[in-house]
């Protein structure tokens, strides 16, 4: 009869009596050193107040994170953004990740169950006189002991952490950069109206010196001067114009469509305007919002389950083991399986690291550094966090102090420009002062329509920078707190 291979019993582990009485020991042993590590206190370095938020009011209003494009009041640019989150394909992509995490999150501490093992095997004498046919199965269950089951649980919460915050990521991206092409589309078809208004009145300036010079009441340079100021009017449509369809077809691509919409392209539509809204406070739950933030703290998580698994390497690992053999002749039985042809083993199943104990032992050292680094990299990504924020918060308040005084300066020069075509119609004031205003007034305006969309886009970086966006569909994001085992990090 063919005996089974060494190997089958070395991995078994069948110990003698003695090795036996020596178990309960070194169970206790490995209970007592059985703990994973503390999770790292990360101890965010956050202010005790926003720097630059404008004075609070008796009742502040906080901000709402989750649309807060409809500041706005803009129909066009809401229905936009919902398109755009209903068929990126970025967020498509980060969903299906975000799924396929939580599919392997369910099994993640599935490798410490008992588990059971069929083989079959071949086997042929030297002398080539006899073959062996060998079937059986193999049973083995090892013990997650020294913190293997947490940091396991920890490395899968750590990766479904990083899924949920892309997913958070590819949300407030495409929202920023929806509201962000249709601030800039809107405001360079209204530069591209005032332009054209102020080449149709340098065009008449033109002509109106062109009177004059032939009456021999200006000189030459003066002619030559409006030229060079008209040519410069036509070169600057150019550049709205290039923005115009830039940010077209940026938005297209995020809507998840290959050419833009027709009224996207009309001119008729209005900038975006905040009016006198002012960022008065900044929700107290920025860190979890943020999604760089979040996804540190998922590498912290990652990195302590990590470092928690090469721990354990480094002592030996136990579990229980049996294996049930049976040996067949080939050529000479007369019976599939007869009496004394099986063998039966049990035990406990012990892998103690001995040459390569020294190689461990580093690598644990090594992935206590890299837990260490990963503390350090959430640290840093709440300072980005804070220094964006109190960035766009400045730019937000001293845009809206530029607003008002461009405001003001644009209805001086409409109050000028209809005092002059007043005096013209009197016959106390010539066309070319009133042609001379109307420039002024335009220009004005293309100033005043330049700070509200810097302001806008102040808008948009600051909740970019607090990770403002809507939440995830309900499909994707039912059952993600009842299916995980959360550890806090901070």
């Known amino acids: 009869m063919h005996q089974p291979s060494l190997r089958k019993f070395l991995r078994i582990g069948c110990l003698p009596m003695a090795g036996r009485r020596l178990l309960p020991a070194l169970v206790v042993t490995v209970l007592a050193a059985g703990c994973a590590a ?51 394909l970025n967020v498509a992509a980060a969903t299906e990740h975000v799924l396929a995490a939580r599919t392997l999150y369910k099994h993640a501490t599935d490798k410490y169950l008992p588990s059971l093992r069929a083989d079959t095997n071949q086997v042929i004498e030297p002398n080539a006189s006899a073959s062996y046919f060998i079937a059986g199965f193999d049973a083995l269950w090892e013990m997650p002991f020294f913190g293997a089951l947490k940091s396991t649980r920890r490395l899968a919460n750590g990766t479904l952490d990083q899924t949920h915050a ?43 010196l062109k009177v004059r010079e032939n009456l021999k009441l200006v000189s030459p340079a003066e002619v030559a001067s409006a030229e060079a100021e008209l040519a410069r009017s036509e070169m600057a449509l150019s550049d709205p114009q290039r923005a115009i369809n830039a940010n077209a077809q ?24 905040l009016g006198s809204w002012q960022m008065t406070s900044a929700p107290a739950d920025m860190l979890r919002a943020r999604p760089e933030i979040a996804a540190a703290e998922a590498d912290v998580l990652r990195a302590a389950g990590e470092a928690g698994l090469s721990k354990a390497d480094i002592y030996p690992h136990i579990g229980v083991g049996s294996s049930l053999d049976w ?7 007369h019976n599939v399986f ?17 040459f390569d104990w020294g190689m461990r032992v580093a690598q644990a050292h090594a992935k206590n550094h890299e837990l260490q680094a ?37 209805q001086a020069l409409d ?76």
Not at 327 to 333: E, G
């Open 415 to 490: 109050g000028n420009a209809a005092a002059l075509d007043e005096r013209r119609s009197l016959g106390l004031s010539s066309t070319l002062d009133v042609q001379d205003a109307l420039i002024a007034r335009q220009n004005a305006q293309l100033e005043l329509i330049s700070t509200r969309a810097e302001r806008d886009l102040a808008y948009v970086s600051l909740y970019k920078a607090l990770g403002g966006a809507p939440l995830p569909p309900i499909n994707v994001a039912a059952g993600y707190d009842e299916e995980r085992t959360h550890e806090g990090a901070h």
């Open 327 to 333: 040996s067949l002749t080939l050529l000479t039985h």
């Open 250 to 273: 940026q938005l297209a691509m995020l809507v998840g469509q290959p050419e833009p919409d027709p009224a996207w392209l009309e001119q008729s539509g209005s900038q975006p305007q």
């Open 38 to 88: 503390p999770l790292p206190e990360l101890k965010p370095p956050v202010p005790q107040a926003w720097r630059n938020a404008a004075a609070t009011p008796a009742n502040p209003e906080q901000p709402d994170l989750q649309h807060w494009w409809l500041a706005f009041n803009d129909p066009q640019l809401n229905a936009v953004v919902q398109r755009a989150l209903d068929n990126n």
């Open 374 to 410: 990963a503390v350090y990299a959430y640290r840093q990504a709440v300072l980005q966090g804070v220094a964006e924020t109190e960035t766009a918060m400045g730019d937000l308040q001293q845009l809206h102090l530029r607003e008002a005084a461009a405001e003001r300066a644009a």
């Open 338 to 354: 007869r009496s004394g042809e099986g063998i039966f083993s049990a035990g406990p199943v012990v892998d103690m690291p001995l």
């Open 166 to 208: 892309q997913l958070r990521s590819a949300y407030v991206t495409l929202v920023a950069e929806v509201v962000r092409c249709w601030v800039e589309l809107r405001t360079a078809q209204q530069q591209t109206l005032l332009l054209s208004a102020v080449r149709d009145a340098q065009s008449q300036k033109l002509q109106l």
